[in-house]
């Protein structure tokens, strides 16, 4: 409670806690911004891997050969966040599958990879888990297949801890700041209200109304104090 607390020590904790609240604010939105275009990036960057490699993987769905398409979907384990790949010939038959991580998601995304999408890229996340995309496969315009790839959220996790620390470092600095702007300007403010309430207890103590308090300035609270 600020019950016991000066009118001082009120004002400082008054503006400390304004400018940490507003802080605060500024950083949840900048973290939640971030996630936001972290998300985006993320799927963009996928759909490009997916592409590149879905389009090298042409030839293996023509003529189903499963071990050049296991070749073709290794070159995805450059990318370090990748865990998973598979390809899918225009039947959904499954050609081949790749796993770089044994974390992968084991849960069988067939269905949904299969589902009728309107010829377009289509993903989802697995909350807390992996980005899961899905996009097919064409060569002059004959639908050849489906490939699927699918990534660890290490690229969002690592772009949030960035601007998690650097939000916690500047809410920290900021209230440090206000603290020592609070310690400056409060007791100009509270000072002449603590002097004219020890003016008025002497008065009332000692009955002596030719009591008057020294206070500076030319606003209200040194009006009283004339």
Do not use: C, H
Not at 76 to 96: E, F, T, V, W
Not at 142 to 147: A, D, F, K, Q, V
């Amino acid at each position: 409670t600020l019950s016991p607390m000066t009118l001082t020590r009120k004002l400082q904790l008054t503006i400390a806690a304004s400018a940490a609240a507003a802080l605060l604010a500024a950083a949840v939105l900048s973290i939640v911004g971030q996630l936001m275009l972290s998300r985006e990036a993320l799927v963009r960057q996928v759909t490009t891997l997916a592409a590149a490699v879905g389009q090298n993987s042409a030839g293996a769905l023509s003529f189903g050969d499963s071990a050049q398409a296991e070749r073709v979907l290794g070159s995805l384990k450059a990318d370090r966040n990748m865990r998973k790949a598979a390809l899918y010939d225009a039947s959904g038959r499954p050609i081949a599958t790749v796993s770089f991580d044994e974390a992968a998601s084991g849960e069988d995304p067939t269905s949904w990879i299969l589902a009728p999408d309107g010829g377009d890229a289509r993903w989802r996340f697995v909350p807390w888990e992996a980005l899961e995309l899905a996009a097919p496969i064409r060569f002059e315009g004959e639908n050849l297949g489906t490939i699927y790839v699918q990534s660890t959220l290490g690229q969002i996790v690592s772009s949030l801890t960035s601007v998690l620390l650097i939000a916690s470092g500047a809410l920290l600095l900021g209230v440090l700041t206000s603290l020592a702007l609070a310690a400056r300007l409060a007791p100009g403010i509270a000072g002449p209200v603590e002097r004219l309430s020890a003016m008025a207890r002497a008065v009332s103590a000692n009955k002596d109304f030719s009591v008057r308090a020294t206070v500076d300035g030319s606003d209200e609270i040194a009006g009283l104090g004339r």
